[in-house]
């Protein structure tokens, strides 16, 4: 996949440090529970390590001599202790759960937040589908993460440094062995995290790829069943399906290739361990088999260090990504000291430019214009010229690129963000509908809205028929539920529904974007002359591909190629405008052109 970093580039060890601050940073916040977890884990491992030496005991001084009284005595302590490990293992295991999903939600919560901060600049260039792995996939890694390093990573060294001690204070010969299987064991472990941590993060950016495929047709849905594209739907999730299969393929056989070589390092050392004691005096076989034992603790611990180490590579991988949203300032700067002024609606482009990050041309350029406050402009021109973007730059979704975008006398990037969003509406083409009642999407609008004034915006849209007809299975009328994204709704009445929820806030700016487009000719003329008797009087930028309804206007400005053609009344756009008497002559006709 292009622009991916090369699955063999070395990754240092500081820089597995910065990202590990992270997890580090979380967890910090719970130290009181972490060190109480540390605490019941080092009592278990003790537990662990104690037993092998009271077995060595048992069979030593009690089997040797068949004395029953040593047998069971120190049967009844290897009993304790055992109780004491288990109560042990089981705290650990609560404070280590608890823990775990706390910082999960932690991380969720301030992702989401520091999402909700970005703009939509931001939110291009980090891709939805890659911020929902990042929300989801990347913070349970984490959470994983946690937990084996609360339930093993503490107990694993304190394990294979009890037993290399105990193995050395038992048999002082076998001290060469154990040092030699520790530093082969160091230089494995430290391949894995070197080569297996970039193969991790390919996981995560192949998982991002699939997620975008499955979340694209699943909003498309209808589309690719329309045009029987099912076949070639399948061939991408396919695609990125196994993209996915054989990046996770790379990373497990690293695992898969050093996992068994630890083993046999180990192992190999009992059988040195056993060579070596091969002449050992029957009264000290008891040593000889908790040496045994603690050889074996150690290849257990380990191979549980082998797995966090195997969490911790996946979750570094993770917490990379994660701190890249965390760490996302957004694109447009907050005033320092936010302008308050009271929003009427006046606007006025001063040598406006835009580009799109990234963008190898200017979607506007040099845009001089002015509206007047409660006038109605009407918005036309061919497919990408800019008529869009152009209104999106009005509540500040994207900062213009050159020049200044006023509203009454300020600059929008001065003026408090909630205030201006609070005083501009915005009506998009697709209207965008939430799961839940028809009452709660009109809420969105203004969640003190009354009943009234719900009624009264729905029936200047021309939603309060469909309204009340609405619901089923007892919900009917405003206190009917809606599917996601309004889908057991028309377009037709998805668009008056959401022309409704602007029209709940009683905007200074109202922004419609062909948001009639879905509407006949009879329903959007009422629509529009709604409008046009609002009590409080808003600005309203009006785009449509349909001459007949900017005509409405009272002023019209036309657009192409990101540039202003005309600005003014239908009679000096047809006298001075050619573009616009282009669009007048394909829909309305030759004749009517020459009027």
Request: net charge positive; hydrophobic share 45%.
């Amino acid at each position: 996949m292009t622009g991916h970093r090369p699955l063999s580039r070395p990754v240092t060890p500081k820089k597995e440090g910065q990202r590990m601050k992270l997890i580090l940073r979380y967890l910090r916040r719970h130290l009181g529970v972490f060190l109480l977890s540390l605490l019941f884990l080092t009592m278990e491992a003790m537990a662990d390590l104690l037993q092998p030496t009271f077995m060595s005991f048992i069979v030593d001084k009690g089997v040797t001599s068949a004395d029953i009284s040593t047998i069971l005595g120190y049967g009844a302590i290897m009993l304790g202790i055992a109780a004491v490990g288990a109560v042990s293992a089981i705290m650990r295991n609560v404070f280590s759960s608890r823990t775990s999903q706390t910082i999960g939600r932690e991380l969720r919560r301030d992702i989401y937040h520091n999402v909700q901060q970005l703009s939509l600049e931001n939110i291009d260039r980090l891709q939805p589908a890659s911020i929902i792995t990042r929300i989801t996939n990347d913070v349970t890694q984490i959470q994983d993460f946690v937990m084996s390093l609360m339930r093993m990573m503490v107990k694993a060294p304190i394990t294979c440094v009890g037993a290399i001690i105990l193995i050395i204070f038992q048999t002082p010969q076998q001290a060469p062995v154990i040092i030699g299987i520790i530093g082969v064991v160091s230089v494995l472990i430290s391949g894995v995290i070197r080569i297996g941590y970039p193969r991790f993060g390919a996981v995560q950016r192949r998982l991002d790829r699939l997620n975008a495929v499955a979340r694209e047709f699943l909003a498309s849905v209808r589309v690719v069943k329309a045009f029987n594209a099912e076949e070639q739907e399948a061939e991408k999730f396919d695609v990125a399906s196994h993209s996915l299969a054989s990046a996770n393929t790379a990373a497990l056989r690293v695992m898969a290739t050093f996992m068994p070589l630890i083993n046999l390092t180990v192992n190999f050392g009992i059988v040195l361990l056993l060579w070596i004691s091969r002449n050992q005096e029957p009264e000290r076989i008891g040593r000889l088999m908790a040496s045994v034992n603690y050889m074996t603790q150690i290849l257990f611990a380990v191979t549980m260090i082998f797995n966090v180490i195997n969490n911790a590579v996946r979750a570094i991988a993770s917490a990379q990504r994660i701190e890249e949203v965390l760490n996302e300032k957004p694109a447009q700067a907050k005033p320092v000291r936010p302008l308050t002024p009271e929003i009427t609606g006046a606007i006025c482009f001063e040598n406006v430019s835009f580009a799109y990050a990234g963008a190898g041309k200017e979607a506007l350029r040099d845009i001089n214009i002015q509206i007047r406050a409660g006038e109605t402009i009407g918005i036309i021109g061919p497919t990408g010229s800019g008529k869009t973007t152009l209104v999106n730059l009005i509540p500040r979704f994207y900062d213009v690129t050159e020049g200044r975008l006023l509203i009454d006398g300020c600059d929008v990037r001065d003026i408090d963000e909630k205030l201006l969003r609070t005083a501009v509406a915005v009506v998009t083409q697709k209207p965008l509908l939430f799961t839940g009642s028809i009452r709660e999407n009109l809420r969105w609008g203004s969640d003190t809205a009354d009943e009234m004034a719900l009624r009264e915006a729905a029936r200047i849209a021309c939603a309060d028929a469909f309204i009340e007809k609405a619901g089923s299975e007892g919900a009917y009328g405003y206190e009917a539920m809606l599917g996601q994204g309004g889908v057991n709704l028309s377009g037709g009445q998805k668009q008056r529904l959401s022309l409704a929820r602007a029209l709940v806030r009683k905007p200074k700016v109202l922004i419609l974007d062909d948001c009639t487009s879905a509407l006949d000719a009879e329903t959007e003329a009422k629509v529009l002359n709604g409008l046009h008797h609002l009590p409080y009087k808003p600005t309203v930028l009006l785009i449509s591909q349909r001459i007949s309804t900017v005509m409405r206007a009272d002023r019209i400005l036309c657009m192409a190629d990101g540039t202003v053609q005309g600005y003014g009344s239908h009679e000096e756009l047809m006298a001075s405008c050619e573009t616009y008497r282009a669009i007048y002559a394909s829909q309305i006709g030759g004749e009517a052109c020459g009027s």
